[in-house]
Structure formats: structure tokens, C-alpha cells
């Protein structure tokens, strides 16, 4: 697939882009990103390497197929209940994480978990795994722990 290599063993998915000498990998939980070249910043980066893609946009459509184009946007699931799922989320703008606020903006976190957890069941600990991709951010940008 455009020169990815995919593997997947018990520990996760991983994804090798020989290109870039870039391996990304997902346990189910967490992804883990090794071998950035040495200026990347932010998503997709600002190298000094004109010839790689710098934009959301160019990247993911360097490593789509043709007619990936249509998003899916599923509705608001009416048997769960948004209100509690919404305070679930907003236990981010409070302590013990309002420790992190100041190195790390809560509300991409706080937005997806809203997004996800009042349209998809809450299984498989997902209403956690958000606060603890916050807090996991939080300690990885300003050395706060939770």
C-alpha cells in the first residue's frame, strides 16, 4: 500500500514507512512514533525537506486510495445518554488535570471524547482511555504526572 509495510502481532499494528525511515505503532491504545526526521513539528511537520508534505490535507491524500475522499459522520446515538457523557469528558477541565492546562490544551481531548462517546458505546474502557491519553500528553509535554 504505497510503500507501507503492515504487520500486526500480539502487542499491536505496525506500520513501516521505508521512505521516511518512520515506524508507527499501536498497541489498541497508544501509538508510538519512531525515527521522525529531525525537524518535524506538530502533525505532519515543517522539515527543511521541501519535497515532503507539510499539510493534514497533502499527507493524507499521499497515502489514500482513490475514493477515500467521503467522510462518515454517524449521529448523535439516541439509547446513550450525551448529557453523562459529556460530564465524563469535562472531568479534564478539573483536577487532578487542570494541572496540565497550562502545557497542554484539554480541548481536542475533551472534543473527540465528547464526539466518540455520544455516538459509540462506551466499551472496552474507551471513557477512560481518553483522560488518559490527556494525562499520558500532559506528562510527555510538560513532565506533569497525574
Not at 508510538?32 to 493534514?56: I, Y
Request: charged fraction near 15%; proline fraction near 7%; include cysteine.
Amino acid at each position: 500500500m504505497h510503500g507501507v509495510e503492515l504487520s500486526k502481532d500480539q502487542t499491536g499494528v505496525t506500520a513501516m514507512f521505508p521512505s521516511s525511515n518512520m515506524t508507527r505503532f499501536f498497541d489498541g491504545n497508544s501509538a508510538h512514533v519512531t525515527g521522525l526526521p529531525e525537524a518535524v513539528e506538530g502533525l505532519c511537520g515543517s522539515p527543511s525537506n521541501s519535497s515532503w508534505t507539510t499539510t493534514p490535507t497533502a499527507e493524507k491524500s499521499s497515502f489514500s486510495l482513490p475514493g477515500c475522499e467521503i467522510q462518515c459522520q454517524d449521529s448523535v446515538d439516541s439509547t446513550i445518554n450525551c448529557n453523562r457523557s459529556t460530564d465524563h469528558c469535562n472531568l479534564m477541565r478539573q483536577p487532578p488535570f487542570s494541572a496540565c492546562h497550562e502545557h497542554t490544551d484539554p480541548e481536542p481531548y475533551i472534543s473527540a471524547c465528547t464526539h466518540t462517546l455520544c455516538r459509540y458505546p462506551s466499551v472496552d474502557g474507551v471513557d477512560c482511555h481518553f483522560l488518559e491519553a490527556y494525562a499520558k500528553a500532559c506528562s510527555l509535554e510538560a513532565n506533569v504526572t497525574l
